[in-house]
Each structure stands twice: as C-alpha cells, then as structure tokens.
C-alpha cells in the first residue's frame, strides 16, 4: 500500500475547492431563478460542450507525454461526442422542439452510429495498449502525484448525475452535476498539462 500512496496526494484541495464552488453557485443560482428543468441545448449544455472543448484543447496542446494526452483527447472528444447524441441534437431534431430529437432508431441506418461509436472506442484503446500508455503513466505519477480530492470530487458528481437522472428525475441537479464534473476534469488535465509543461521547459533548458 505504501507504494500506491506515494503517488497520491492527499494535500492538493485547490481544484476540489473551485469544483465545490462552482456546484454550490449553480445550485444556488438554479434556487435563486427558480429553474427546475433543464432542457436540452439550453446554456447550461452548452456551456459543458466549451468546458470540454477547452480540456480537449489542453490535451492536443501538450508537448511532453504525448501518449497519455493523446488518449485523454480521445476519450474527452467521445464526451463531446455524446453530448452531442453523437450529432442527433444538430442533425435530428424535431421540427416543432429544438429540445428533443428523433431516434436513431427512425432512421434506416441509424443502427450503424452505435457500431461507429463501438469501433472509436476500440481504435482508442488499441491506441493506449499499443503505445504503453502505463509507461506514461507512471512517469507523470513519479513526477507529480495524483490529487486524490480531485478524484473524489468527481467521484461523488458522477453519483449526483446519476442520482439526478435515474432515481430522483431532476433534470436541474443532473446537469448541474455534468457541468461541474467537466470542470472538475478540465481541471484535473490543466494540473497535469500546466507541470508536464514546466518539466518540458526545465529539461530543455538542462
């Protein structure tokens, strides 16, 4: 166990206090306007498409750990992607409510966006085995260790999501929960991007 500990970090609450914040004030926001429902394509969803946009960015702007920003860009692009309904919300919506979309189901080959979306997470993978992304790994973890209230934070927002979605119905505490997560994450890849950087600059001046 001491092995493990030693790559976490147990004293970083700086991000878990901007991300409980944040939660906080959109809650608090919510109560004040009185929102209750949140629906589709509204500000607040698209508000999580530029928090993820931006951590994808990060990913693809790292110079150092190729691999692992590599496969984080993946799997931020593919929540993009599902933010998206893997384009149902641009392409299929119904005609008299921007808010709701039609069914894959309701097209001939609608089938085939769940092969597609089943085919990219397996190139990504592929791609994370292939390249040993547990070398890289390890690397980032003996340089800078992992924050573990980060990890915690978004831990419990992806029960509040869950619980908002699927037990109490509350599309208001559900999407808040989403969007917070996304800036936990953003977070958490800007606190690896931001020192895999300075490590860059420091060995390059050496």
Not at 53 to 61: D, G, V
Not at 137 to 142: D, G, R, S
């Amino acid at each position: 166990m001491e092995k493990i500990f030693k790559f976490i970090d147990f004293k970083y609450f700086k991000n878990s206090a901007v991300t409980i914040g944040i939660f906080a004030v959109c809650l608090l926001l919510a109560r004040i306007f009185n929102i209750t429902y949140i629906a589709e394509n509204t500000l607040l969803e698209n508000s999580q498409l530029v928090v993820l946009f931006a951590a994808f960015i990060l990913c693809l702007k790292a110079k150092n750990n190729k691999v692992l920003f590599n496969f984080g860009a993946m799997v931020i692009f593919l929540m993009i992607m599902r933010e998206l309904s893997y384009g149902r919300c641009i392409f299929c919506q119904l005609p008299d409510d921007p808010h709701n979309f039609y069914p894959w189901s309701h097209y001939k080959y609608g089938w085939m966006a769940h092969i597609i979306v089943g085919i990219y997470i397996a190139i990504s993978l592929l791609y994370a085995v292939v390249n040993k992304i547990w070398v890289d790994i390890k690397t980032v973890l003996e340089k800078f260790r992992f924050p573990f209230w980060d990890f915690v934070c978004m831990a419990v927002l992806v029960v509040i999501q869950y619980l908002g979605e699927r037990t109490l119905h509350n599309s208001c505490l559900e999407e808040i929960a989403e969007f917070t997560l996304y800036c936990a994450i953003f977070a958490l890849v800007y606190y690896f991007y931001k020192r895999t950087f300075v490590l860059k600059c420091d060995s390059t001046k050496e």
